[in-house]
């Protein structure tokens, strides 16, 4: 005899946590578990293999969790006969077969999702109750009341208030450990010339891929073979049970340096001392409160200099919530600004990591094979390189969503538009983060293998980052000219003599005009 089905509770990709909101009261007579493999969801952007795989493999294990808890799964795999491919088509499919009295769902964490779930129930005739997501430590209606009344926002202020709220690393005065909140000046340490080696670094723990991942990476290499990215290094946490041993091993090997060398880079090094587990978090398999306490134990414990746990917790307790609330704040209208009116297309060596300059063939190799670059990676090299060449920022943003293992909207937007394009004209950043060639030399040994030269603005061997930089000035002086943090920037471009602005507004047409290759030496030319 059919069963009926009171609640169909909606379970999307990224909300892979069995204690989440839309499955309070979850009864395993009555109601059903829904999830669908789609490749609407692999092809909005052009996805890439690692990300792909990170999230069916995820999926698929959580199926089988749930599975062992008695629950019922209606679950639609992505070479399933009849799978429509998108997700409101295949939720259409389910309520037509299985008649629901009502649909569940803890909130989207991607606008165009939750308006494309609305939009199905409506059409199906259901109500859809949405719940509050419960992962993060804040609420969207805790960030939208921190925002009311006040002219600007910053991550500081905000950071300092959750830290209190949720007694994080603070003494029994109820004040921040070590008398201040923020450790921010330890943490751009870089590496001498012996590299990361001579600080102890020790690679972190990878996760062999089971049956049920092996198989995931054989259908994402035939089904998406044209889609960019490789899947032979594929070690990332699919379930909670992986997502704790990352983050235990990255606790105990890693966490004491993280703070000192945070930003730091190193060529054929694409781990360095950072966790690895913003995919688990973002897929909610593990809860940020656990990441947050094991760092303050360990630091508790004397395991780790504050500096580190408190590095470490300002990133989770204080910038991803931060960027969560601004997403929910501001969309939708946030996809669309673009405050500097940026036009340019997007490289085409991006999708290949094929080009002369070091740190990009660095951090877009290692993009492309792991699903992975960390936070300086891809705000001070392909996020600074798309913001001076003038890149449309959806266009930048497009490809931050397609390569990243962890890559979801919420997080991913103000990163990149905000952030890293300053699209938003200073929602996310007081100032854009414009630099030239010679930090990225301070922060790495990216130069050293390179034919440019960091220093050099003009010539055959300038860095294609200084030529653009110094354009980039000149380009939106007047604008830049308003924001008081800009000032010492822009009061240098008087410093450049007529005939070097001329050279540099030259030589950066020439890049831009085409597709941010820099053009080849004289010399090389003549080969
Ligand atoms: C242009 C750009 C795009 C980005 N896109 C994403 C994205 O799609 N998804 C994503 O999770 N992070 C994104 N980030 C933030 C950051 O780069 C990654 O969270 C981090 O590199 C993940 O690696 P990890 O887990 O080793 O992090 P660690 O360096 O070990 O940091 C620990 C944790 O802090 C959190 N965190 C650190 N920085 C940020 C930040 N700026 N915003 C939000 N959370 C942060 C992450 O959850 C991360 O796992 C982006 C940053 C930039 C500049
Ligand atoms: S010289 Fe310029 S292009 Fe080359 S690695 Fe350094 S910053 Fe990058």
Redesign the pocket.
Known sequence: MKRTVRNLVIVLGDQLDAESAALDGFDQQRDLLWMAEVAAESEHVWVSKPRIAVFLAAMRHFRAAQKKLQRRVHYTELDAPGNTQTLAGELARACAELQPERLIMTEAGEWRVQEAMAAAARAAGRPLVVREDRHFFQTRADFAAHAKGRKGLRMEFFYREVRRKHRVLLDEKGEPEGGQWNFDHDNRGSFSKAGPKAEALRPPALIAPDATTRAVLTLVANRFASHPGELTEFAWPVTPEDARGALRDFIEHRLPN?GRF?DAMWTEEPWLF?????SA??LKLLNPREVVAAAEQAYREGRVPLASAEG?IR??LG??EY?RGIYWLHMPRYGELNALGATGALPAFYWTGKCEMKCLSQSIGQTLVHG?A??IQ??MVT?LYALLLGVEPQKVHEW?LAV?V???EW??LP??LG??QYGDGGIMASKPYAATGKYIERMSNYCKGCRFDPAKSVGDDACPFTTLYWDFLLRHETLLAKNQRMALQIKNIARLEPAVRVAIRARAAAIQASGGVPPAAVGLLAL
């Open positions: 993280f945070e950072h966790s690895r587990i913003s978090m973002n470490f990133q989770i910038w991803r960027v992975y960390h936070h891809r705000l996020g931050y990243y962890d890559a979801v997080v991913e990163n990149t952030m890293s």
